[in-house]
């Protein structure tokens, strides 16, 4: 049987998965590095509900960020998340039968 840690990490990690927003950030934040501004453009969304989100994967240590003068630039941290994201769009998009 897992060990109740580990089955708490692996919730918490497909909990990063469990918002529309943060997939939608997910997805994006895939291809390459944004800025806040260039993410809400692209989503178009507001920049209160992408910053809330952006707050909530940096909490969960999903993104990590580089400042370049009064631009906050993200990324993806983990290439893991990249991975799972991959494969579960993947999986989600194949024809099914």
């Known amino acids: 049987m897992a060990r109740r840690d580990a089955i708490n990490e692996t919730l918490k990690l497909?909990?990063?998965?469990?918002?529309?927003?943060?997939?939608?950030?997910?997805?994006?934040?895939?291809?390459?590095?944004y800025c806040v501004?260039?993410?809400?453009?692209?989503?178009?969304?507001?920049?209160?509900?992408?910053s809330h989100q952006l707050?909530?994967?940096?909490?969960?240590?999903?993104?990590?960020?580089?400042?370049?003068?009064k631009h906050i630039f993200y990324t993806i941290k983990d290439e893991q998340v990249k991975i799972i994201y991959s494969v579960g769009y993947a999986h989600a998009n194949e024809e099914k039968s």
């Open 55 to 69: 707050k909530h994967l940096r909490d969960l240590d999903v993104v990590k960020t580089r400042r370049d003068g």
């Open 14 to 33: 497909f909990k990063i998965f469990s918002d529309e927003t943060r997939l939608r950030i997910i997805s994006l934040l895939v291809q390459g590095e």
């Open 37 to 50: 501004q260039d993410i809400c453009e692209r989503l178009n969304m507001s920049q209160s509900s992408i």
